[in-house]
């Protein structure tokens, strides 16, 4: 059973580009969560969805940042027109149910605005 | 609002070395608390975890208890080896409501042969 798979591991964009994030679930698992871990800082939660949802997203910034999980494919996350600030590791975690304890974390995504 | 204080690095032991990562919290309620472990290139990783007051949990030698009256979930292993060498991160949920994670700042453990 593959583990947490997260696309690309790295990503390079200029300022006032988009950055897409791509995270597939392990199989079986319909709720996804994502942290970003800023330079120096743990991991901060940003959004969490099941499929087709979004159920907390008090985390997310509120311009420039979008989510989705739709019912076929992997979640997205989306960074319109990024900036230096938001350089930083973006963790994707799955479960097959909202319990926390067995959020299953990929290798994520390092994102470097330049 | 909820959060957690961790023990910062990074730390450099010797192998066998007695090993204690504090890591205390603030909370309302009974939050869950956990330990993930980082590897090098790689996800974080469920090491242990404590659903309420007086657990233990315990894996691949580590173990931490749960004290609500210190508030407090410190890491112990009594006998680290180079293998341990990782970032380590303590973690809260709070009790109900959405299960998103809370963690610390992490603290990178070296340990050397």
């Known amino acids: 059973n593959a583990g947490v798979m997260q696309n690309p591991r790295h990503l390079v964009r200029r300022r006032g580009q988009e950055a897409r994030l791509r995270c597939s679930p392990m199989k079986g698992h319909s709720h996804v969560y994502w942290y970003r871990q800023l330079p120096e800082e743990g991991l901060k939660f940003m959004v969490y969805l099941q499929k087709e949802n979004i159920i907390d997203e008090s985390g997310m910034p509120k311009e420039r940042f979008s989510a989705e999980f739709p019912k076929e494919g992997p979640s997205i996350l989306r960074i319109q027109q990024v900036v230096r600030g938001d350089s930083a590791a973006y963790f994707c975690a799955s479960s097959p149910r909202g319990e926390t304890y067995e959020q299953y974390f990929g290798p994520g995504t390092r994102l470097t605005v330049t | 609002g909820n959060s957690v204080t961790q023990m910062e690095g990074p730390v450099t032991l010797s192998e066998e070395a007695f090993l204690t990562i504090n890591c205390t919290y603030t909370?309302?309620?009974?939050?869950?608390l956990f330990w993930y472990v980082q590897y090098p290139g790689e996800g974080l990783q469920l090491l242990l975890k404590?659903?309420?007051?007086?657990d233990k949990g315990s894996n691949k030698g580590f173990e931490a208890t749960y004290r609500k009256e210190t508030t407090s979930f410190h890491l112990e292993k009594g006998s680290v080896q180079v293998s341990d060498s990782a970032v380590y991160f303590c973690a809260l949920s709070k009790e109900g409501g959405s299960e998103k994670l809370v963690f610390g700042k992490g603290m990178k453990l070296t340990v050397n042969p």
């Open positions: 404590a659903t309420k007051a007086d």
């Open positions: 909370a309302t309620g009974y939050p869950s």
